[in-house]
């Protein structure tokens, strides 16, 4: 149900609603009423993306019957980067999630008995507690890839990519969001759902599989929400060269073709497009998914393919800047009913959950070429972030599309977006350092009707400085940005109507993560820095410990800076990295600690590699209680390609950490190592990955 402002308690009953009269907004998706309606869009997305690429076609070509080649390569010549025997253990660390209660995806997954993994193209399950008997259990093979899971109610889904289809490598997905963008791997999907009552033969139970990639996904009690990218449309039989004209950049002419005969050439091959378009069937271009269901033994009980949404079910776009679907598909975990799912015609983006509402936020630049660019903002704003919002219900029904937003500026990830009271809140940056106009903008927004409404922001935040990390409470924001030292922001969100800065902190460096270790501390991750006049070089990982009990002065409490520059760890850009086990005050980071740098040079000696354990508490700070090691340092002054990582591109051996008492279990790609936190240095237990 959509709810009007003022029943949040942000008018009064006899205030007037100042958005009473609201128009439709362009950003705002429209819901098809027929599958003419979709038809209608599709052709003249399709048609859109035609000429835009006939377009370069036509230049390169015209330019070929201008320039003799003689002329051309004159021209290029010119302009030529724990202890009792129990089935589990009494208290353990699960997935670090932005939200209580609303479980995300990742490779590794634990419930105090057993260790899920995927690894080597399997699903493994690993007995493991008590922890010095921990041992592989049973494993399946997986089709595909297997990227991530969740495992719940004696079920696991696991999520792969259809193999032949991933160009970078299992850890190139985009999880901070400062230089890639949130579009997803562009592999088909494949889910596989498995019975895992008895932990040691997981039966396959279930298959989807859909012809769009995973974006994201989330997990609320039994019910399972996945945002799924298809790819932009595509027409076989499109041509965007004529047949007959040699494909050259340059000596056309001499060849006997004029300008003149190039632009018919291309006429007459756009009128062929147009009615190849023209006569494309609608439905071949809806989302698909293939339903599998098997019997526990492998054979297949039924099996079902077609569109994952009836034209009605789908909401079009008002601009102009989407070329493909995007599917919210839901299932409720046990059941076999066919899944749910709603569309709309977006970009991917950066995806963040609540129990109740699921937020996509699309980022856009603005076209010099395009005048259909959002009123809402100003002419200046050259970047916007357009939101859209569903609606999450139980029982595997499909989500609802209720609104949509636009505000100015960049959304760096999930946790630069929150909802808190039917207030939603987001932090942009417009530009990007070291761009003099560069600065940043908190917003609140609320729903009224299908629309997605700015009630206050603050505006022109840290000029010169771009955002770094994000973190909100219940009334309170914190924003750390960046160019030479990190200005920690504490952010008033009581009233959003008039949001405001309560205090500010000055260090070097800054962080890529803030975790909320108790009401009144922060604890950090992100790099140390050393200033060098006009800007700063970035050095080892730096944990901190921040006070703000006093919100509008917060203070360093504590501060750990981990090797030099060169040093890395999966936690500063990824939160499923993070392991804080507040039951025992622990905190695992993964870790490649590279040494001997300085002055802005990379550290290039790598002394460590593995997973290093603190323990952390506001009194005493961080006391390093030692490391589990998964490799043995390079030779002594032998330069390493482990310490040759930008800030932004973290690759350390270990990936996860799992906590279970007072054992510690170390997991890379292809090793789970056991230790004690009071004898790192010697694990109890190797258990491989890989055959």
């Not at 259990?137 to 032949?164: C, K, N, Q, W």
Request: hydrophobic content about 35%; glycine content about 8%.
């Amino acid at each position: 149900m959509v709810m009007p402002l003022f029943s949040c308690g942000l008018f009064d009953e006899e205030e007037e609603d100042p958005y009473e009269d609201v128009d439709v907004g362009p950003s705002e998706l429209i819901p098809a009423a027929s599958c003419e309606d979709v038809e209608v869009k599709l052709k003249l997305r399709l048609v859109e993306a035609m000429d835009q690429r006939l377009e370069l076609s036509i230049n390169r070509a015209v330019m070929a019957a201008t320039y003799t080649c003689e002329d051309y390569w004159a021209e290029e010549e010119e302009e030529e980067e724990e202890e009792e025997e129990e089935e589990e253990a009494s208290e353990y660390s699960e997935t670090n999630v932005q939200e209580q209660d609303v479980d995300e995806a990742d490779f590794v997954k634990n419930d105090g008995g057993y260790l899920y993994v995927l690894a080597d193209g399997r699903f493994q399950v690993l007995d493991a507690w008590p922890a010095e008997q921990a041992h592989a259990l049973s494993s399946f093979p997986i089709e595909g890839t297997p990227r991530r899971m969740y495992v719940h109610a004696d079920t696991a889904v696991v999520y792969s990519s259809i193999d032949g289809y991933w160009p970078n490598g299992l850890d190139s997905q985009c999880t901070y969001g400062y230089d890639c963008d949130f579009t997803g791997d562009g592999a088909p999907l494949r889910i596989t759902i498995l019975d895992i009552s008895d932990r040691a033969n997981p039966v396959l139970t279930r298959e989807l599989v859909f012809d769009g990639a995973y974006l994201n996904s989330r997990r609320v009690g039994m019910d399972v929400h996945t945002a799924v990218a298809f790819p932009e449309f595509n027409v076989e039989g499109l041509s965007y060269w004529p047949q007959g004209l040699p494909n050259t950049p340059c000596g056309l002419e001499d060849q006997g073709f004029t300008v003149a005969q190039v632009y018919e050439l291309f006429e007459e091959l756009r009128a062929a497009n147009l009615e190849t378009i023209e006569e494309t069937d609608v439905t071949e271009l809806l989302p698909s998914v293939r339903d599998t269901l098997f019997d526990g033994e492998g054979n297949v009980t039924q099996s079902t393919e077609g569109p994952l949404s009836a034209c009605e079910g789908i909401y079009l776009p008002q601009t102009n800047d989407a070329f493909g679907f995007l599917s919210l598909v839901s299932f409720e975990i046990g059941e076999e009913d066919p899944v749910a799912a709603s569309t709309i015609i977006s970009r991917p983006g950066a995806v963040y959950g609540t129990a109740n509402s699921l937020y996509l936020a699309v980022r856009n630049r603005r076209d010099p070429n395009d005048q259909s660019w959002f009123p809402e903002l100003a002419e200046e704003d050259k970047e916007a972030t357009v939101v859209h919002k569903f609606a999450l219900n139980p029982g595997g029904a499909a989500a609802d599309y209720t609104a949509s937003g636009v505000v100015k500026g960049r959304v760096l990830n999930q946790f630069a977006m929150d909802e808190h009271e039917g207030v939603f809140r987001i932090a942009t940056t417009h530009g990007r350092v070291p761009q003099p106009d560069v600065h940043s903008t908190i917003t609140m927004m609320g729903q009224v009707g299908p629309q997605m409404l700015e009630l206050g922001r603050i505006d022109h935040l840290a000029p010169t400085e771009d955002i770094r990390s994000v973190r909100f409470t219940d009334d309170v924001g914190y924003v750390v940005t960046f160019k030479k030292t990190d200005p920690l922001f504490v952010l008033d969100i009581v009233d959003p109507v008039a949001p405001s800065v309560l205090g500010e902190l000055k260090i070097p460096g800054f962080s890529t993560y803030m975790h909320p270790m108790d009401p009144g501390h922060l604890l950090t991750m992100g790099y140390d820095a050393d200033d060098q006049g006009s800007f700063a070089w970035f050095q080892g990982i730096q944990l901190q410990v921040i006070d703000t009990t006093d919100l509008e002065n917060p203070a360093l409490l504590h501060k750990e800076v981990i090797g030099t520059r060169g040093s890395t760890s999966d936690a500063a850009t990824n939160h499923l990295a993070f392991t804080y086990f507040k039951a025992r005050d622990l905190l695992a980071v993964p870790m490649t600690v590279c040494d001997e740098g300085g002055g802005g040079q990379y550290g290039d000696q790598m002394t460590f590699s593995g997973l290093m354990v603190y323990r952390v508490t506001v009194d005493d700070g961080f006391v390093l209680l030692g490391g589990v090691k998964h490799a043995e340092p390079d030779l002594p002054n032998t330069w390493s390609s482990w310490c040759n990582n930008w800030w932004t591109k973290t690759n350390s051996r270990v990936k996860r950490s799992v906590f279970m008492e007072d054992w510690v279990f170390s997991i890379a790609r292809d090793l789970v190592n056991v230790a004690h936190i009071a004898d790192l240095d010697h694990p109890v237990a190797s258990i491989p990955l890989e055959d």
